[in-house]
């Protein structure tokens, strides 16, 4: 196998994003767009990876380490251009062979496949290969100069003829090069342009006098779009939930309503799973087959077990794993708590950290007391317990198999097995006293009617 070194352009920033977060930090499908960007090119068989980034990056090195743990770090410390960037990896490309290939950090849309046809070129024995596509407004980008299937350069839009500005054949995001074309140019490119830069896409005319024969791939554009707005981010997002969305259905996945589920770039959902319009899926999600999702629930960092029932309205907070045909009915929060197969949740509650037991049904407004200000504490509840309507479970509380709590309950202390726990104030009637209330509210009404 070929040997491939990929270099991550990651030292620009995104001048129209207003915002303290680097550029490539900004997330698409929850992930952020440097880390779609490494993924795919170790997904594309990269076997060095290099990320190259500006001073004072530590959040977008922890990132790229999230997504690629071997790549290395580089740092550009002055911007004078892409291919002084490329430049600053030299200790990783020095000595490699095979091919080296150059992409920008800002593309979060990149699939595999896409450096694949760079590569591919290569194979059949280009000395370089371009990626090029064609958008609608060719405007800003630099042209591809070509002749047939050979690329005789890039012109960036800045030093571009009006007939160059014309080419609607544009430069994308990846440049590959055997490795010895690409030592061979990148020592060779000077600044002599309108930006006092040195400009990476000036190695393919430095290839083509050395004699080499360059060539070009030509991507869609859904595929290579760059991201330097918050315009763009949104449009970035938009294409990549259509990706998912398609993706999710071709692996027979039911959605009443695609354009109103957002997935995450990591959402694992099996087959005959059904989704009802407006639900948002957050990162770490797995779902079973058979389940059943209705509208408007939200859900992150849950494991849903198969033919299990959530919402309309519900929340799936981390930590959340429900088991076979649990059941998390509307306007429920669930959070770091494992609900038993069976189990019903229907309506009103807030479960968090706790266990429920299989078959164990727990009334509307029930929630579990689970913070005392400072520390979290835990529930435990058995198996086919159930739990009446308006109990408050203060942790930490353990309530055994079988167990009833009465409707409207404090519980405090531990329930036995089989027991009825009752927590709360006996009851008194006191005998024509509803008449005397009435009248003293009346009285307050009318005295403030009369100010």
Same mark, same amino acid.
């Given at each position: 196998?070929?040997?491939?070194?990929?270099?991550?352009?990651? +030292?620009?920033?995104?001048? $129209?994003?207003?915002?303290?977060?680097?550029?490539?930090?900004?997330?698409?499908?929850?992930? /952020?767009?440097?880390?779609?960007?490494?993924?795919?090119?170790? @997904?594309?068989?990269? &076997?060095?990876?290099?990320?190259?980034?500006? /001073?004072?990056?530590?959040?977008?090195?922890?990132?790229?380490?999230?997504?690629?743990?071997?790549?290395?770090?580089?740092?550009?410390?002055?911007?004078?251009?892409?291919?002084?960037?490329?430049?600053?990896?030299? /200790?990783?490309?020095?000595?490699?062979?095979?091919?080296? +290939?150059?992409? *920008?950090?800002?593309?979060?849309?990149?699939?595999?496949?896409?450096? %694949?046809?760079?590569?591919?070129?290569?194979?059949?024995?280009? @000395?370089? +290969?371009?990626?090029?596509?064609? #958008?609608? !407004? #060719?405007?800003?980008?630099?042209?591809?100069? &070509?002749?047939?299937?050979?690329?005789?350069?890039?012109?960036?839009?800045?030093?571009?003829? &009006?007939?160059?500005?014309?080419?609607?054949?544009?430069?994308?995001?990846?440049?590959?090069?055997?490795?010895?074309?690409? $030592?061979?140019?990148?020592? =060779?490119?000077?600044?002599?342009?309108?930006?006092?830069?040195?400009?990476?896409?000036?190695?393919?005319?430095?290839?083509?006098?050395?004699?080499?024969?360059?060539? *070009?791939?030509? +991507? #869609?554009?859904?595929?290579?779009?760059?991201?330097?707005?918050?315009?763009?981010?949104?449009?970035?997002?938009?294409?990549?939930?259509? %990706?998912?969305?398609?993706?999710?259905?071709?692996?027979?996945?039911?959605?009443?309503?695609?354009?109103?589920?957002?997935?995450?770039?990591?959402?694992?959902?099996?087959?005959?799973?059904?989704?009802?319009?407006?639900?948002?899926?957050?990162?770490?999600?797995?779902?079973? !087959?058979?389940?059943?999702?209705?509208?408007?629930?939200?859900?992150?960092?849950?494991?849903?077990?198969?033919?299990?029932?959530?919402? /309309?309205?519900?929340?799936?907070? #981390?930590?959340? !794993?429900?088991?076979?045909?649990?059941?998390?009915?509307?306007?429920?929060?669930?959070?770091?708590?494992?609900?038993?197969?069976?189990?019903?949740?229907?309506?009103?509650? *807030?479960?968090?950290?706790?266990?429920?037991?299989?078959?164990?049904?727990?009334?509307?407004?029930?929630?579990?007391?689970?913070?005392?200000?400072?520390?979290?504490? %835990?529930?435990?509840?058995?198996?086919?317990?159930?739990?009446?309507?308006?109990?408050?479970?203060?942790?930490?509380?353990?309530?055994? @198999?079988?167990?009833?709590?009465?409707?409207?309950?404090?519980?405090?202390? @531990?329930?036995?097995?089989?027991?009825?726990?009752?927590?709360?104030?006996?009851?008194?009637?006191?005998?024509?006293?509803?008449? $005397?209330?009435?009248?003293?509210?009346?009285?307050? =009404?009318?005295?403030?009617?009369? %100010?």
């Amino acid at each position: 196998m070929t040997e491939l070194t990929v270099i991550v352009l990651a +030292a620009g920033e995104g001048t $129209r994003m207003k915002s303290s977060r680097p550029k490539l930090l900004h997330p698409v499908a929850g992930l /952020p767009i440097i880390s779609h960007v490494v993924r795919a090119a170790a @997904d594309a068989g990269a &076997t060095n990876l290099a990320v190259v980034t500006g /001073p004072g990056h530590e959040k977008i090195e922890a990132a790229v380490h999230a997504a690629a743990p071997d790549a290395q770090f580089f740092q550009q410390t002055e911007r004078k251009g892409t291919a002084h960037a490329a430049l600053m990896a030299e /200790p990783l490309w020095r000595d490699v062979k095979g091919y080296i +290939a150059v992409v *920008y950090g800002d593309h979060p849309l990149l699939r595999p496949e896409i450096f %694949r046809m760079v590569f591919d070129r290569l194979d059949t024995g280009k @000395d370089a +290969a371009i990626l090029g596509f064609e #958008p609608e !407004d #060719p405007s800003g980008y630099g042209r591809l100069l &070509t002749d047939g299937d050979r690329l005789l350069g890039i012109r960036e839009h800045k030093d571009a003829s &009006t007939a160059e500005r014309e080419i609607g054949l544009c430069n994308a995001c990846i440049l590959a090069f055997r490795a010895d074309v690409f $030592r061979d140019a990148i020592v =060779k490119i000077d600044d002599n342009n309108v930006q006092k830069e040195f400009y990476l896409g000036d190695l393919v005319e430095h290839a083509n006098a050395a004699g080499c024969d360059v060539g *070009y791939a030509i +991507a #869609p554009w859904e595929d290579v779009m760059g991201v330097n707005s918050q315009a763009q981010l949104a449009e970035a997002e938009a294409l990549f939930q259509k %990706r998912l969305r398609l993706s999710m259905m071709e692996e027979g996945v039911t959605l009443t309503d695609p354009a109103s589920v957002y997935f995450c770039y990591d959402t694992k959902i099996g087959r005959d799973v059904s989704i009802e319009p407006n639900v948002y899926f957050g990162p770490a999600v797995t779902v079973a !087959d058979g389940v059943r999702i209705k509208a408007f629930s939200h859900i992150e960092g849950a494991n849903i077990g198969a033919n299990a029932e959530i919402g /309309p309205f519900a929340r799936l907070r #981390p930590g959340t !794993d429900l088991a076979e045909g649990a059941k998390v009915g509307n306007f429920v929060e669930v959070k770091n708590a494992k609900i038993g197969a069976g189990a019903k949740l229907n309506h009103l509650s *807030y479960i968090g950290d706790a266990e429920i037991g299989a078959k164990t049904n727990v009334g509307a407004g029930t929630i579990t007391c689970n913070y005392d200000g400072i520390n979290k504490h %835990r529930t435990l509840i058995g198996e086919g317990v159930f739990v009446g309507s308006n109990s408050s479970l203060v942790a930490p509380l353990s309530i055994g @198999d079988n167990a009833y709590i009465a409707s409207g309950s404090v519980i405090t202390s @531990d329930i036995p097995g089989d027991a009825l726990g009752i927590g709360r104030a006996r009851q008194e009637n006191k005998a024509g006293y509803a008449p $005397r209330l009435r009248a003293r509210a009346e009285a307050i =009404k009318k005295s403030k009617q009369e %100010r």
